[in-house]
């Protein structure tokens, strides 16, 4: 099963996700500062790091940190997929957003990533549903330089990833 951890904010997540064998790594652009994530994805290997962009106008932004950075994935609305492609050099692949699923376009056949909530919804239930790749949205440190990944670790465990 192909994972995608959504909103790496800190260091912790990113070694997780690459601990637990992700697909990808999104960071949301303009919510950290580019060194930031420069430092994370110096201290994680493994997953492709995906741009999560949420409008057009972002584009100089989106533009550094796609050379800045080792970008293979950029995440965006369906109806900005054309904009991003014409105006981003290199070829990336596209994960569509939506409110609960997101396709990734790999070519033929697309891959369709399920997001999934730990809190929501048991593991057993979301092993039950089959998916070929779910994401989780990562979540802001309550006390710095703590947090609690035991929903996770069911999860990943019943799923047999762990």
Same mark, same amino acid.
């Given at each position: 099963?192909?994972?995608?951890?959504?909103? /790496?904010? *800190?260091? #912790? *997540?990113?070694?997780?996700?690459?601990? &637990?064998?992700?697909?990808?790594?999104?960071? =949301? !652009?303009?919510?950290?500062?580019?060194?930031?994530?420069?430092?994370?994805?110096?201290?994680? &290997?493994?997953?492709?790091?995906?741009? $999560?962009?949420?409008?057009? $106008?972002?584009?100089?932004?989106? +533009? =550094?940190?796609?050379?800045?950075?080792?970008?293979?994935?950029?995440?965006?609305? +369906?109806?900005?997929?054309?904009? %991003?492609?014409?105006?981003? #050099?290199?070829?990336?692949?596209?994960? !569509?957003?939506? =409110?609960?699923?997101? #396709?990734? &376009?790999?070519?033929?056949? @697309?891959?369709? /990533?399920?997001?999934? @909530?730990?809190?929501?919804?048991? &593991?057993?239930?979301?092993?039950?549903?089959?998916? $070929?790749?779910? =994401?989780? *949205?990562?979540?802001?440190?309550? !006390?710095?330089?703590?947090?609690?990944?035991?929903?996770?670790?069911?999860?990943?465990?019943?799923? $047999?990833? %762990?």
């Amino acid at each position: 099963m192909l994972i995608k951890f959504n909103n /790496i904010k *800190d260091l #912790s *997540d990113a070694r997780y996700a690459a601990a &637990a064998m992700a697909e990808w790594i999104g960071f =949301s !652009v303009g919510e950290l500062p580019i060194q930031q994530v420069q430092e994370i994805i110096g201290w994680c &290997a493994g997953p492709k790091i995906t741009l $999560e962009v949420s409008t057009p $106008e972002t584009l100089e932004t989106v +533009q =550094s940190w796609c050379t800045l950075l080792p970008v293979e994935t950029i995440e965006c609305a +369906q109806a900005d997929i054309d904009f %991003w492609k014409q105006n981003l #050099s290199a070829d990336y692949q596209y994960i !569509v957003q939506t =409110s609960a699923i997101q #396709s990734i &376009a790999l070519g033929d056949p @697309n891959v369709t /990533i399920n997001k999934v @909530n730990p809190n929501e919804q048991s &593991a057993s239930d979301i092993k039950a549903l089959n998916l $070929e790749a779910i =994401s989780l *949205d990562c979540e802001k440190e309550m !006390v710095v330089g703590m947090k609690n990944y035991d929903l996770w670790n069911d999860l990943l465990e019943t799923l $047999e990833i %762990w």
